[in-house]
């Protein structure tokens, strides 16, 4: 065999090697700095420049084999959206390898990271004593320092997150490719109080927009915190907020709580659209509210829902099981 044609079978084996061992996959890839984006990974054609943002998630399709080294991911506002990277260039999230049932706009369809798939939201407002006393979170919690420190003085309910929320996909519905996180002052001081880590730093507030803020596509990020801290203001304002709010260092009762929901709603079903979590021990963690797809702009919570409840609850782990439910005080 002459040399031109051995080194024409060699490469036509190699490009089959490739095609042959690509595998389609699901999951997410944090850019951790800019890097190309390549249309051919053998080729490395980029003819537009592309390349990944620092801090943003993008939406993993492929990975060149099993052991891969390079992710095949889709950049939104990219007329040719599928690019190769090199896996050194951020973190991997969640990642599965195998093909998804369905093809096209049917598999799409069906996706649990697709942006603007929602249809509603849950609002998830934490009661941080009970949360940092009694929670045993990973790292460190500056603002549960504080607290326990007496630096810093909560008597309300604080934003957990505002989390656009598909059915089909239970609990998996979230870290859609989007634009990464810019926050405004102006938005930093609305989200302070109602939000306190804010003013410890980013990490929590961009792990809640890229995990879910950017499967909704009404709100740019300034807009989906300033509603978010909107509505957990307008949620600790209702009577069973402040029946919350009443019994800092004693207990509540659940029927209690979702009477005063009822009432204030005018609809016996509105309480199955609040969920109360608790810690071991039976302390409150969290309030969870589900919201519809339009959030009306409204004075209150009861304008927001508009009278769309639910038929029945939605069950968690983490419900409350007894109806005394203990309010923790802040401080040590």
């Not at 996959?25 to 390349?51: H, L, M, W």
């Not at 951020?90 to 929602?118: F, I, K």
């Not at 927009?209 to 740019?220: A, L, P």
Request: charged share 20%; glycine share 10%.
């Amino acid at each position: 065999m002459n040399a031109p044609l051995a080194a024409l079978l060699t490469g036509l084996v190699g490009l089959c090697t490739l095609a042959a061992h690509a595998e389609p996959a699901q999951g997410g890839f944090v850019a951790s700095q800019r890097c190309e984006a390549y249309q051919s990974i053998r080729k490395r054609s980029n003819p537009d420049g592309a390349t990944l943002q620092p801090g943003q998630r993008y939406r993993v399709v492929e990975v060149n084999k099993r052991d891969y080294d390079w992710l095949r991911v889709r950049l939104p506002d990219n007329a040719t959206p599928l690019r190769w990277v090199p896996v050194g260039c951020g973190q991997v999230e969640d990642l599965s390898l195998g093909a998804r049932q369905g093809t096209g706009n049917a598999a799409q369809g069906e996706a649990c990271n697709v942006p603007g798939q929602h249809d509603g939201y849950v609002l998830a407002a934490t009661w941080q004593p009970g949360f940092c006393e009694h929670v045993a979170y990973k790292g460190r919690k500056p603002e549960c320092d504080a607290l326990a420190g007496g630096d810093l003085q909560l008597n309300h309910l604080t934003l957990h997150g505002l989390w656009p929320n598909r059915q089909a996909c239970g609990t998996r519905y979230g870290h859609c490719a989007g634009p990464a996180l810019v926050l405004d002052e102006s938005t930093r001081a609305t989200l302070r109080p109602w939000m306190p880590n804010v003013g410890y730093g980013d990490d929590f507030s961009r792990y809640q927009w890229e995990k879910h803020g950017t499967c909704q596509t009404d709100m740019d990020a300034n807009a989906y915190f300033r509603r978010a801290a909107e509505l957990v203001a307008q949620l600790d304002a209702t009577r069973a907020g402040q029946y919350i709010a009443s019994n800092v260092g004693g207990a509540i009762s659940q029927a209690a709580f979702y009477q005063k929901v009822s009432e204030e709603f005018g609809n016996p079903r509105a309480g199955n659209n609040f969920l109360l979590v608790c810690t071991r021990g039976g302390y409150l963690q969290e309030v969870r509210v589900s919201l519809p797809r339009a959030l009306k702009s409204a004075d209150s919570l009861v304008g927001v829902m508009d009278g769309q409840f639910a038929e029945r609850r939605p069950g968690d782990r983490n419900a409350c099981r007894d109806d005394r439910v203990l309010i923790e005080a802040p401080g040590l």
